[in-house]
């Protein structure tokens, strides 16, 4: 398995910048995919930004242009940058990562963090 941990988050006040990062325990240099996801108090699970395989990039028009997801294979981090926050910005926001297949067996490894406050506030 692998275990994530979630960092960076906070109060900030509009249009201001935090940056999430997502430590893993183990290598993400082969992933299927990987993403931050948020979740507001009385509202579902919602995707921020996805990174596939392939290298394709996903965002929705919510966050689109002002986050910006990126990842760093040397720690084992992966992190969402978040600029222009607005104060509908404001909720708990959750790395997942899918791991594989690997060489080995084959397996598929799925995981998620659990989750940064982040609220955006004057």
């Known amino acids: 398995q692998v275990q994530l941990v979630e960092s960076g988050g906070g109060l900030v006040h509009p249009g201001g910048s935090l940056r999430l990062a997502c430590a893993a325990s183990?290598?993400?240099?082969?992933?299927?995919?990987m993403g931050w996801y948020r979740q507001a108090p009385g509202q579902e699970r919602e995707l921020v930004a996805k990174?596939?395989?392939?290298?394709?990039?996903n965002y929705p028009d919510s966050v689109k242009g002002r986050f910006t997801i990126s990842r760093d294979n040397t720690k084992n981090t992966l992190y969402l940058q978040m600029n222009s926050l607005r104060p509908e910005d404001t909720a708990v926001y959750y790395c997942?990562?899918?791991?594989?297949?690997?060489?080995?067996?084959?397996?598929?490894?799925?995981?998620w963090g659990q989750g940064t406050q982040v609220t955006v506030s004057s």
């Open positions: 997942n990562v899918e791991l594989g297949p690997f060489t080995v067996d084959g397996s598929i490894i799925t995981s």
């Open positions: 990174l596939t395989k392939d290298g394709t990039i």
């Open positions: 183990r290598s993400i240099r082969v992933f299927r995919h």
